[in-house]
């Protein structure tokens, strides 16, 4: 059955980085494009970024522009999301997915917690 | 960029009574890029609806989509303990890929 599972739960201080990993399995991982997805404590869900694993193409919210990198290792079947400039208001859940039906997310990592304070 | 507007915020109703949410987007967009989403505390985002009204599988059948255009809704016809979650509407858009969430609505118990 197709699984995306997550890298842990990360502490950062303002300023720093963190690298999340979804490991994927179940499927061949490079007919499905993959997107990040974050929810701060309280609020709603937040799309980061999209990447075509076959491509490698991208395309990044407007607001995570210049902070975000999204990458694939398709060797580990392997999805990284790396953010910079760590800040407080980044502190949130982070989900991967891949992208199926219609576009649509039926498959989602469990979340990695990332905690930005000093 | 498309802005989705779900309605209401909130909907308070007991177990057994059913359920209609909105979701508004702010120019018309194609019906087979609207999904819906559950999401409960501690869980990841689980899939109900895409394509506007097509269940994903595994999904009970008292969860139904419908909708075009600008207005899309999420029935549920007999809430069940367990549904009482936040749900969301997600539009994607080609060229580039991207995706837009609404801001959800919370089905809380009465």
């Given at each position: 059955q197709v699984q995306l599972v997550q890298s842990g739960a990360e502490v950062?201080?303002?300023?720093?980085s963190v690298k999340v990993s979804c490991k994927a399995s179940g499927y061949t991982f490079t007919r499905y494009a993959i997107i990040w997805v974050r929810q701060a404590p309280?609020?709603?869900?937040?799309?980061?970024?999209?990447?075509s694993v076959y491509s490698g193409s991208t395309n990044?919210?407007?607001?995570?522009?210049?902070?975000v990198t999204m990458t694939t290792d398709t060797s580990t079947n392997t999805a990284?999301?790396?953010?910079?400039?760590?800040?407080?208001?980044?502190?949130?859940?982070y989900y991967c997915a891949r992208v199926g039906s219609s576009s649509s997310?039926?498959?989602w990592g469990q979340g990695t917690l990332v905690t930005v304070s000093s | 960029e498309i802005v989705l507007t779900q309605s209401p915020g909130t909907l308070s109703l007991s177990p057994g009574e059913r359920a209609t949410l909105s979701c508004r987007a702010s120019q018309?967009?194609?019906?087979?890029?609207?999904a819906w989403y559950q999401k409960r505390p501690g869980q990841a985002p689980r899939l109900l609806i895409y394509?506007?009204?097509?269940?994903?599988?595994?999904?009970p059948d008292r969860f139904s989509g419908s909708g075009s255009g600008t207005d899309f809704t999420l029935a549920i016809s007999r809430l069940e303990p367990e549904d009482f979650a936040v749900y969301y509407c997600q539009h994607y858009g080609s060229s580039p890929p991207m995706y837009t969430f609404g801001q959800g609505t919370t089905l809380e118990i009465k």
């Open positions: 950062k201080e303002p300023g720093a309280g609020q709603g869900l937040e799309w980061m970024g999209w990447i990044y919210a407007q607001k995570l522009q210049g902070r990284y999301m790396e953010l910079r400039s760590l800040r407080s208001d980044d502190t949130a859940v997310q039926g498959n | 018309g967009v194609t019906s087979s890029y609207l394509a506007a009204s097509t269940r994903a599988p595994g999904i």
